[in-house]
């Protein structure tokens, strides 16, 4: 299984919610909407066959593509595990059922860094379920030098293997990282100048992607990439040529966490799908 941005799981059973339907099947049907790759899917047959509730399962590549796809009313999902600054998002617009935390008893054992954070600073609306940061995988045999810093990205030297996130959020921010800004600065011509410097970056990428990284950084079709440290980690297990690093000027540590759609037509079982995924995976 491949574990989409996992650096480490917060601990065992971190976002367990309560497994209510022990010894009694509910036949119903829930929807979740997730990364691809996050998640082990046998997990759903082993839960469909474990409850009785048969899960119908969909991925998105980023944050605002699940954004785009619940606020135009065209889904309905029960489940979803969007990044911290969109939970903050959906939850500020209404979009994001509260939970009913007596039904998630294991949410003691999260560790504290990761509750009351600013994205849900009551621990209203989400459980953690992983956290990771944002570097560079690359080709150990064919990048020469030091990878330490996002200016690699921008190096001519590899022009054509360079693959760039296909994800404005990530890619805005390194460039602002590039620059020595913040990512999350909100001011426009800082904005602007991270804007230009990806226009400039432009004609050095082979392809602007997410997953697909797997297959070309694998393959040898590219030589570097940014991309998650659990990705970069499944990845270096796959092929000991490549290698990861974390740039010195600084990068994103985020947090994805399980929430339930406002509107969910099935919230208790989208609880129990929570503890019974976390509870398969270890």
């Given at each position: 299984m491949k574990k989409k941005k996992v650096l480490s799981v917060l601990?065992?059973?971190?976002?367990?919610?309560?497994?209510?339907?022990c010894g009694r099947p509910v036949k119903s049907t829930?929807?979740?909407?997730?990364?691809?790759?996050?998640?082990?899917?046998?997990?759903?047959?082993?839960?469909?066959?474990?409850?009785?509730?048969?899960?119908?399962?969909?991925?998105?590549?980023?944050?605002?593509?699940?954004?785009?796809?619940?606020?135009?009313?065209?889904?309905?999902?029960?489940?979803?595990?969007?990044?911290?600054?969109?939970?903050?998002?959906?939850?500020?617009?209404?979009?994001?059922?509260?939970?009913?935390?007596?039904?998630i008893p294991n949410y003691q054992d999260i560790d504290g860094r990761y509750k009351g954070l600013a994205y849900d600073p009551h621990d209203e609306y989400s459980v953690p379920y992983m956290w990771g940061v944002v570097g560079i995988v690359y080709n150990k045999k064919k990048v020469s030098g030091p990878v330490d810093s996002w200016n690699i990205l921008w190096d001519e030297k590899y022009k054509g293997q360079i693959l760039m996130f296909n994800n404005s959020r990530d890619a805005m921010g390194i460039a602002l990282k590039k620059l020595g800004d913040s990512y999350n600065t909100t001011d426009i011509g800082r904005l602007n100048a991270a804007a230009a410097e990806l226009e400039r970056q432009k004609p050095l990428v082979q392809a602007y992607v997410m997953?697909?990284?797997?297959?070309?950084?694998?393959?040898?079709?590219?030589?570097?990439?940014?991309?998650?440290?659990?990705?970069?980690?499944?990845?270096?297990?796959?092929?000991p040529d490549l290698g990861f690093a974390i740039p010195k000027e600084g990068t994103n540590l985020f947090v994805d966490a399980m929430a339930v759609p406002k509107g969910s037509?099935?919230?208790a079982e989208a609880q129990i799908f929570g503890g019974a995924s976390m509870a398969f995976m270890h």
């Open positions: 601990l065992a059973g971190a976002a367990l919610l309560s497994l209510v339907s829930i929807h979740v909407y997730n990364w691809g790759q996050y998640i082990d899917e046998s997990v759903n047959d082993r839960f469909f066959k474990q409850t009785g509730i048969k899960v119908v399962y969909n991925t998105y590549e980023t944050n605002e593509e699940l954004y785009a796809k619940l606020k135009s009313g065209g889904a309905d999902y029960d489940v979803i595990i969007p990044s911290d600054y969109m939970i903050g998002r959906m939850a500020g617009e209404g979009m994001l059922e509260k939970l009913d935390f007596s039904r997953d697909q990284i797997y297959d070309k950084m694998e393959g040898g079709e590219a030589v570097l990439a940014p991309y998650y440290a659990g990705d970069a980690i499944v990845m270096m297990q796959e092929s037509r099935h919230v």
